[in-house]
């Protein structure tokens, strides 16, 4: 079973920047796609951003211009770098990865992100 372990999240005040890092069990190399989704309390899960392996990374309109996704070959690891955070990026955000060949969707624990006005 993949294990994803995801770190970076806390507390910032709005404007502030945080970094989460998602560390997979197995090689990068390895998903199809790979990204976050973020929950906030009483809401549903929703896509912050995802990278594929091949092709362009995509965006949540609500934070485009302020999150970038990118991975780490080297240290097998994907971030998610957040800038500008607004009190309205409160959420536990999950790291997932996805594989075609097993037809699974793997995910991590959660990092809780909090932004204080």
């Known amino acids: 079973q993949v294990q994803l372990v995801e770190s970076g999240g806390g507390s910032v005040q709005s404007g502030g920047s945080l970094r989460l890092s998602c560390v997979p069990s197995?090689?990068?190399?390895?998903?199809?796609?790979m990204g976050w989704y973020r929950q906030a309390p009483g809401e549903q899960r929703e896509l912050v951003a995802t990278?594929?392996?091949?092709?362009?990374?995509n965006y949540a309109d609500s934070v485009k211009g302020r999150f970038t996704i990118s991975r780490d070959y080297a240290k097998n690891t994907v971030h998610l770098q957040m800038n500008s955070l607004k009190p309205e990026d409160t959420a536990v955000y999950y790291c997932?990865?996805?594989?075609?060949?097993?037809?699974?969707?793997?995910w991590g624990q959660g990092t809780q992100v909090t932004v204080s006005s």
């Open positions: 997932y990865a996805y594989r075609a060949s097993a037809l699974g969707t793997f």
């Open positions: 990278l594929p392996r091949y092709g362009s990374t």
């Open positions: 197995e090689s990068i190399f390895s998903f199809d796609n």
